[in-house]
Structure formats: C-alpha cells, structure tokens
C-alpha cells in the first residue's frame, strides 16, 4: 500500500511537471474552505490566492503554472484583491485569473439595497440600517447598471456666480494659500433655489463648479440669506483660475433638490429617496450602493526590489468602486491627476489585463502607477466612469526603480468617463516613458482624450519616447470645461510621436477646444499622419515649446481658428509643413504668429466658402511676406466627401504639389472582430446631443469661463 502512494505520488509530481499547471476553481456557489476543485469550488478571489500562497510554501512544491478559473455569476466582494510579491508568477509560469470559457463573471465592490415602497410623493424610499447606525455614506449610485444622479439643482444648466470674496487664513509658502475661506455670492433668483433646505442637510449641501480646465467640488460651510452668499472654506484660490464672477455652479446633495427622474438622495437618518424613471419598476428595478473603495491592487516593493510579475487577468468584470467624497471636497486639479483608482498597480512587472471590463466605479478605473513596466491593457472595455480611463506614471518626477515605462495600452474602448470628475482624461501618461498608447476607441469625455507629459515649461520632464497611434478619439469636452483637446502634451517629450490617430468633434466651453494641443513646454514632439476634424478653435495649437513637428496631417472645418499659437520664443518652436487645412468658416491662423520662429511651407489651405483667407489679420501674399508658405497653395485637396467625413482623395492632382503622402485613417481605432468595433460607437442619442450642445454653445459664444 505504501508503495503505490509512493508510485502515485511520483506519478503525480511527474505529470505537474509536464504539465506545469494546476487549475484552481471559483463559484458563487463555492466555499473559501473547499479544495477549490471544479467539483468543489472556492468561492472569492481571496481565497484562491490564498490557496497558491499555501501550495508554493509547500516544502515539495514544484514550479507550476497556476490558472484560477471563474465561473459564471456575479461575486459581491467583502474586501479588495491585494496581490504582493509572494503572490508572483514567472514567465514560465504565470498566474492567471480567467473566466471560464463562456462565462462572464462580475467582481462587484457594491451592495444591493432592498426593501424599497412608494411613498405619496411618487418617490421609492428604504430604510438603510448601517446608515442609521453606522453612518455609513455613499456618493454614487448605479440603477439597472447606469449611473443615478445625485439630487441636482439646476437640472439643466447652470447657475452663475455673482462674485466672490476670498479671507486667507493661512498663506503658507506657496502661491496658493494652504487655508481660505470664500464667500460666493449669487443673485436673489439662484439663492432662492436653496431656501428649502433644512439645517440638518447643510453639513451635506456641497456645490460643484466648472472654470477653465478645472473643476472644484466644496461642501458648504453655512448660507448666509442676508446677503445671498454661501460660505465655504478649504485651500485658497488658485491665482491664476480662480472662481469669479459667471463661473458655472452646480448645488446637490439636498432633498428640496430631489425633482427629476433618476434623480436619488440620502438623509443623515439613513433613508434612501429615488425618483424612478419611466418603465421602472420596484420588480424590474435593481439598485446597487457602491461599497468598497478599491477592488484590486498590486503592491510590489521597489525599494527591496521585489516585484509583483507575471499575473494574468483575462475575461474579467469589475464594477461599482466607491469614491469618497473626502471632507474637505475636492480643490481642482487638472486632469483629476489626485484620484484613486478601482484597479491600482505599483511596483508590478509584466502584468497583463486582457479583454476585462471596468465600469461603473467612481474614481480612475486602471492607474498603472510607480515602479511598473513591461505590462499591458488590452482588449479591455473602460466605460461609465467617474474619473478617468488609464493612467501611467506619477504626476511626480520618480526614477530608477520608481520610474514606469513600458507599458502597453492597445485596442480598448474607453469611453463615457468623467462623470463625477470631469477634469479627468481617457488616458493619461504622466512621468512615465516608452509606453505605446495604440488602436484605442476613446469617447465621450468632457476635458481631453490623451494626455502626455507633467512638466509646465522646460524643466527635467521624464515623459520620453511615447507613441500615440492609430487611436480614434471623438466626441470629447461638450461645453463644460475649456482648454482640452483630442491629444494634449505637455514639457520636454523627446522621441514621443503622435501619428496616424483619427481625431473629431472636439469643443469647449469657451477658448481650446483643440484637435492637437502642444502646452507649456512641450519639445521634441512629432504629430504625422493624423486626420483631425470638426474641432472648435483649431486642429493644432501650440502654446510655447522646442522643436516639434507637425507634418503631413489634415486639419479640417474647424469653427473658429484652424491654427493657434499662443506665445513667440527666440528658438524654433516648430515646423508645419507638408499639411492640408480645410475650412469653410473663422481664421485659418490666430495668435503670435507675427513673432513666432517657426519653419511653414509646402501645405495647403482650401477655403470651402469662398476666396477669403485670414492669416492673423494678413492676405495670403503678406503672410508669405513674412516668410512663411513660401511654396504653399490655396487649391482643392479634392476629397471625395468631407462634410461626410470621407477624406480620401478623388486624384493626386493637387497632394502632389506639395508631396504630401496619403495615409489609410480608417486603420484608426480598435482593432478585432466586428462585435468589438461595433461596441466601440456611440449611440446615436449621444452624437445627436453632441451636436446640439455644440450648435448651442456657438450661438451663446462665450468667451471665458
């Protein structure tokens, strides 16, 4: 009998290393104190890790592949997967969790909430204990997987501030005061929109405001009726954005508020209030409170050099990822560049996430943070999120072991971002190098699509060697917030390259809406092959920087300006040559354009509407006179459609003139099988109210804010 154990065991051991591989297995029917067998599961992400953690400290373990294999269902999580160094993979052997073949698991970080009636105001209300008793607060909620909005007033629109009035209490060393108080004032009409709310709500009554670039969210210290102000306090105003008279303003978070469909509030006493919408049902309706504020993270040590390598993520769904509103709420920021993420790696190598899904989370989906390299995202669907899609690096300058690099992002669909945060981007690569942003399908944000680079002016920037292709960026900015763009830049970026993306519908509030938006600093930049249209203020703009070159795109039918440049140095700050601009309104060139030192030649311009050229306020011949376009022409590209956005040439008679070279721009976004391009559009309801919005902020012109 010993003897054949001792066979079985060699036989065993013998097969686990020809194999290398041991499947472990999740249900929602499994227990965390099974074998984690197909026959008798596990039952949580927890327990299957801490099932390989027990295998490999084994004194016979044998190298091995492990695959966690997850079944069908949705998996309520009571805690976030943390994975550490011991929790590591090799090359050889990887640890992988998947879903099981055909299935679609969901890894969910919220709570159903039950036990709903209709009140006689129309309104579903329960009774939530932990928040009788505990306290505990949410700031999202998701209905039938869609995001509720928090009682809102006004529900449309906005209302304006009248002034504001700003007490220091603490200067501090920086320019922005590190404790302040202000008072806003509005006019009689917007006050009166806060006279029903009760005392007991103040401590929840916060308001959120749009100026420029940024967004500011504030919970209100006291309402003053006398004189028509609300009192807040926090950091001091940024100088150089701060809120003023006409800055847009947003009140929530109070039940007089509680006046449209979809609309939800929840008091200090714990009731939950929902206004339904049409066609829901207490029966049909699920309402899902998000709990956790994180749902995966991996932590390696970079400072020991042990890192988190080689674990696989692969067919997984991950949703509802509470963000908490902190107390002190939150003081603006560009690219909402201080949120947390749902999915959080640092001090990670060679790490994959393919074909997974985030949405329905309050902060950042993914951020491959500190210390990481060699990864990816892949295939992966990033929607109806509050902050933004991806985002790389540090927003500090972190080297050596702290410095990420080389990560992979290619052929996702991010898209219906910002919906807390709006100042939040797509992707964003802060200091971080040599990663490859391609064939994404990135839509429906409010402030900028792609951003590189976190250095304002020349000093040390540690964004290098990035490429941005082949990525279908649309429908992005709305008129909330001002100058975005498509693909934004920023510092010193040597050997980036920004090339053969698709770029349109971009707008802004009021100035910058850009197609490509070359800021403070940005040097070394290449922008080719790139197809930008249906942009507000201009397919290109640089604001000041070194070196850049933007060569053979087309840039069309933009509203107001088709080129901008803002500021003139004494070095080269760019060449723009090869390009075809097409327009049939505003200025081909506005701005510093009679200083700036710049090489324009060989390009095109074709006014659609007539013999009319302004080139910052010059003829064609004076603007040549000043040494720009020397061998440039005002000629038909001949494309066959454009105002249908095809943008293939009928002919080479004209292209040829300035030896422009055609490229294929329907290569731009996802790549994959049909169903995936297909979940890439948006819906029709969605570009219909792009439109409108646009059409609408036209009219309204403004011009700051």
Request: glycine share 8%.
């Amino acid at each position: 009998m010993n003897v054949f154990k001792t066979i079985s065991c060699l036989l065993l051991l013998c097969c686990l290393s020809v194999n290398a591989q041991q499947k472990i297995y999740i249900s929602t029917t499994g227990d965390d104190a099974n074998r984690g067998t197909e026959t008798e599961p596990l039952a949580t992400l927890i327990g299957a890790r801490n099932a390989i953690r027990q295998i490999k400290k084994n004194p016979s373990f044998i190298a091995q592949s492990f695959q966690v294999v997850i079944k069908d269902g949705v998996y309520f999580m009571k805690a976030p997967l943390v994975l550490l160094p011991e929790d590591s993979g090799t090359a050889e052997y990887p640890i992988i969790y998947k879903a099981e073949e055909g299935a679609h698991p969901v890894f969910s970080g919220g709570k159903i909430i039950t036990g709903f009636t209709k009140n006689e105001d129309g309104l579903w209300q329960t009774t939530i204990p932990e928040t009788a008793y505990y306290k505990w607060k949410f700031d999202q909620l998701y209905v039938n997987n869609k995001r509720a909005t928090l009682a809102r007033t006004p529900n449309t629109g906005f209302i304006k501030i009248d002034t504001v009035i700003q007490q220091i209490w603490k200067q501090g060393a920086s320019k922005v005061a590190q404790r302040a108080e202000q008072n806003v004032f509005l006019n009689q009409e917007d006050f009166n929109l806060l006279s029903k709310t009760k005392e007991e709500e103040l401590e929840n009554l916060r308001f959120k405001a749009f100026h420029k670039w940024d967004y500011t969210l504030r919970h209100i210290d006291a309402l003053n009726f006398d004189s028509l102000s609300i009192v807040t306090s926090g950091k001091g105003m940024k100088p150089w954005n701060p809120l003023k008279k006409g800055t847009r303003l947003v009140l929530e978070n109070y039940k007089a508020a509680l006046d449209t469909v979809g609309e939800w509030f929840l008091n200090n006493k714990g009731t939950l209030f929902y206004k339904p919408q049409i066609g829901e049902t207490l029966e049909n309706t699920e309402i899902i409170a998000p709990v956790l504020e994180n749902l995966v993270t991996i932590s390696g040590n970079t400072n020991t050099n042990q890192w988190v390598k080689h674990v696989y993520f692969q067919g997984l769904s991950f949703k509802h990822c509470h963000y908490k509103i902190p107390p002190t709420g939150s003081e603006p920021n560009q690219a909402a560049a201080k949120l947390n993420a749902a999915i959080l790696l640092e001090g990670a190598q060679n790490i994959s996430i393919t074909n997974c899904e985030v949405s329905n989370v309050g902060q950042h989906a993914i951020w491959i943070g500190k210390g990481c390299s060699y990864s990816s995202l892949e295939e992966t669907y990033i929607h109806n999120i509050g902050g933004g899609g991806v985002y790389l690096g540090d927003f500090k300058p972190l080297e050596n072991n702290l410095h990420t690099h080389h990560i992979t992002v290619n052929n996702n669909i991010i898209k219906s971002g910002g919906q807390e945060f709006p100042a939040a981007v797509a992707v964003w690569v802060g200091h971080s190098s040599d990663n490859k942003i391609t064939h994404n399908d990135i839509a429906n944000f409010y402030y900028t699509g792609i951003s590189v680079g976190w250095v304002w002016g020349y000093k040390p920037s540690l964004a290098k060697r990035n490429i941005i292709s082949y990525n279908h960026i649309h429908h992005i900015g709305w008129d909330l917030l001002s100058d975005m763009a498509g693909i934004y830049t920023l510092g010193a970026s040597e050997g980036t390259v920004v090339e053969n993306n698709l770029i349109h519908h971009i707008h802004s509030y009021s100035y910058g809406g850009w197609g490509m938006y070359a800021d403070e600093g940005s040097s070394g930049i290449v922008f080719r092959n790139n197809l930008v249209y249906n942009t507000k203020t201009g397919g290109f703009q640089q604001n000041y920087g070194k070196g850049n070159i933007v060569k053979n795109n087309i840039l069309a039918y933009a509203k107001k300006y088709q080129l901008q440049c803002t500021i003139a140095e004494d070095h080269k700050s760019f060449s723009f040559t090869n390009n075809i601009i097409l327009f049939n309104e505003g200025m081909v060139a506005k701005g510093a354009w009679d200083d700036v030192v710049a090489d324009i030649d060989n390009n095109i311009y074709w006014n659609e509407n007539g013999n009319k050229y302004d080139f910052n306020k010059h003829s064609f011949k004076d603007w040549q006179k000043k040494g720009f376009d020397e061998h440039s022409f005002l000629v038909n590209p001949r494309f066959k459609n454009p105002l249908q956005s095809d943008f293939r040439f009928q002919n080479k008679r004209s292209y040829k003139k300035i030896d422009f070279k055609p490229f294929n721009y329907s290569e731009a976004g996802v790549l994959s099988d049909k169903a995936w391009k297909e979940k890439a559009k948006l819906s029709n309801a969605i570009k219909e109210s792009f439109d409108l919005t646009v059409q609408k902020n036209m009219k309204l012109n403004p011009s700051r804010g």
